[in-house]
Nanobody, 118 residues
């Protein structure tokens, strides 16, 4: 049973940093894309960043240059370093895993809340 467990959310002030972690277990992640999505109240869930098992990354336009996604394949961990946080970054952040091999299942974590407020 694949499980994704997020941690690291919390309350920060604008301009501060946070690092989110996603611990993946219960599956073969050697061929997977793991990413972070976020959803703010009243808004659609959106891609923040993702990273393939080979290290290819993709970022949402609103976080480019401020957020960095990284991955430790040996530990099945994915991290999201968030710098220069803005109030509009406040949301519930979800870890997502797309298992590329057939049957290409997608898994979600339970989410971790990030609040950016002075």
């Amino acid at each position: 049973q694949v499980q994704l467990v997020e941690s690291g959310g919390g309350l920060v002030q604008p301009g501060e940093s946070l690092r989110l972690s996603c611990a993946a277990s219960g599956g073969d992640f050697s061929r997977s894309v793991i990413g972070w999505y976020r959803q703010a109240p009243g808004k659609q869930r959106e891609l923040v960043a993702d990273i393939s098992s080979g290290g290819l990354t993709k970022y949402g336009d609103s976080v480019k240059g401020r957020f960095t996604i990284s991955r430790d394949n040996a530990k099945n961990m994915v991290y999201l370093q968030m710098n220069s946080l803005k109030p509009e970054d406040a949301a519930v952040y979800y870890c997502n895993a797309w298992m590329v091999a057939f049957p290409q299942l997608i898994y979600w974590g339970q989410g971790t809340r990030v609040t950016v407020s002075s």
